[in-house]
């Protein structure tokens, strides 16, 4: 069986990080669990290390980042210490923390990810769909995702969505030194860069869930910002291409 790890950035997500660890621990798949918290003023961390040391020893990994920088930077933090490892993860999982992801949908990329090298779990395929969001939020998702589509010129429907799995010789083949994005737009330079090297991608619909407990880091500082950085992204084309 390939073996897999989630990587799951955290930024004051006390109230739900033992919950979503052993949402995906029951699942009887290879999954290992790497959390990258930035130094969360609730002491993510602290919690974390004590379900390493009470519950889940080596099959659970933590890195503390000195600040918080957006989960684009913790991502990639988390990609070079997947990539580094010794025993060979065969696929990376990208989860949010709030149990927005649902763990169910796990074993649905983890079959996927045998024949595809990107799986996004997406909202705007069949079967697909959010739950709980106000009208404002679900039109600023489509807004940005469509804007994006359309602007970058690739097909995917769900480009900013956050619940994925890279295989991992796509993660090896992106040059993860010169990403330019880190707030909401990391999700689309992602996409981009793997598009552009002609991986073979999929959707598979989740119904995505509003989080019940804790606060969400989404500001429209940061929308605005992943508006700019799409077509800094565009003008990048032939560069990106080039250089991965
Ligand atoms: N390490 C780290 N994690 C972050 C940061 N910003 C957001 N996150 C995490 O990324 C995930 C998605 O963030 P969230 O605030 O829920 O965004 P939303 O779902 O778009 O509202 C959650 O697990 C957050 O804890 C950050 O700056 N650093
Ligand atoms: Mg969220």
């Known amino acids: 069986m390939k073996k897999g790890i989630v990587i799951i950035p ?3 997500e006390i109230d739900n990080i033992e ?4 949402a995906v621990f029951s699942l009887d798949l290879n999954l290992d669990i790497l959390i990258v918290d930035d ?3 609730d ?3 602290e919690k974390v290390r004590e379900l390493i040391k009470e519950s889940y020893g080596d099959r659970l990994h933590l890195i503390v980042r000195e600040k918080k920088e957006g989960l684009g930077k913790a991502y990639i933090a988390g990609f070079k210490w997947v990539l580094a490892q010794p025993e060979g993860y065969d696929f990376v999982i990208e989860m ?7 763990p169910k949908y796990l074993p649905r990329f983890v079959e996927a990810i045998e024949h595809y090298d990107l799986v996004i779990g997406s909202r705007y395929v069949p079967g697909g769909g959010a739950t709980d969001w106000p009208l404002f939020r679900k039109a600023i998702s489509y807004g940005g995702s469509l804007y994006s589509r359309l602007l970058l010129g690739v097909t995917i429907k769900d480009i900013t969505g956050g619940f994925k799995c890279f295989r991992r010789e796509v993660l090896e083949t992106i040059n993860l030194d010169t990403i ?4 909401y737009a990391f999700q689309i330079e992602m996409n981009y860069k793997v598009a552009l090297k002609n991986f073979r991608i999929i959707e598979v ?5 509003e989080r019940i407990r804790g606060a969400s880091k989404m500001t429209k500082k940061v929308f605005i910002e992943a508006l700019g950085k799409v077509i800094t992204l565009r003008l990048n084309k032939r560069k990106i291409m080039e250089e991965g």
């Open 180 to 183: 330019i994005t880190s707030g």
């Open 205 to 209: 619909p989740i119904i995505f869930e």
């Open 10 to 12: 955290t930024y004051n």
């Open 96 to 102: 949010d923390a709030d149990l927005s992801h649902n």
């Open 43 to 45: 002491k993510t961390y």
């Open 39 to 41: 130094n969360s003023p």
């Open 19 to 22: 919950v979503v660890a052993q």
